[in-house]
């Protein structure tokens, strides 16, 4: 069975807090994903990574950064939570080749206090 | 630019009153359409993915089907375990590695 696996299902973090989210994948997949969803707005897409080391912008990239060291990996930074960040955090990932079927995890909720 | 809006919104149907749920796209060059299921509070769970006008695919009360210009998913003698969002997606070949890009989905509630 696929598995995308979200470290943590809910956070509360203060204003200007660095926040991590972490993800991991046990299927080998060579793209990884963060979207963000949001009422009214759907899901949108941060970062992207397609191999180890390697990233590159999604939609909505301003004020998050990523890390991928290990294939399984793919973690998603706030350097300095805002308010707006306040959201439901989905990671997914699929085969390297595009017409791969993504996965999600569980997804995490974060609330900027 | 790709586009993907689905129809209706909300829909509210009795217990086995059957209903279709539409999903119309623009893209340049379809490579792949996606149907997914949410539940409140989970992440998506993949139902179906079709390549080409024409395909169908089943999967117990639900079945896709797909032309080139939109996607109807069709429930039939629904159930009220069937309530959920449903999310269309698609991916465009211009796309990069295969990201998706989704439309608002449809809240369906089934009522016993």
């Known amino acids: 069975d696929v598995k995308v696996t979200q470290s943590s299902r809910y956070l509360v973090k203060r204003t200007g807090e660095k926040v991590f989210l972490e993800c991991v994948q046990d299927m080998d997949h060579e793209n990884m994903f963060w979207y963000r969803q949001d009422p009214g707005l759907g899901l949108r897409l941060i970062y992207f990574?397609?191999?180890?080391?390697?990233?590159e912008k999604g939609d909505i990239p301003e004020g998050y950064s990523v890390s991928r060291e290990k294939k399984e990996r793919f973690s998603l930074i706030l350097e300095s939570a805002s308010t707006n960040q306040t959201s439901m955090y989905l990671c997914?990932?699929?085969?390297?080749?595009?017409?791969?079927?993504?996965?999600f995890g569980e997804g995490s909720w974060l609330t900027v206090v | 630019e790709d586009q993907v809006t689905q129809s209706p919104e909300a829909l509210r149907l009795q217990e086995g009153e059957s209903s279709s749920l539409n999903c119309s796209y623009t893209v340049s060059g379809l490579r792949g359409l996606f149907w997914y299921r949410q539940d409140p509070g989970k992440g998506p769970e993949f139902l179906f993915t079709?390549?080409?006008a024409g395909e169908e695919k089943e999967k117990e009360r639900l079945k896709a089907t797909l032309t080139k210009k939109e996607s109807f998913l069709h429930i039939t003698a629904p159930k009220p375990e069937d309530s959920a969002t449903y999310l269309c997606a698609v991916q465009d070949y211009g796309g990069s590695q295969g990201n998706l890009i989704f439309g608002k989905g449809t809240k369906l509630s089934v009522k016993p």
């Open positions: 079709l390549y080409s």
């Open positions: 990574s397609y191999d180890v080391k390697m990233k």
């Open positions: 997914a990932s699929s085969l390297g080749r595009a017409g791969n079927t993504i996965y």
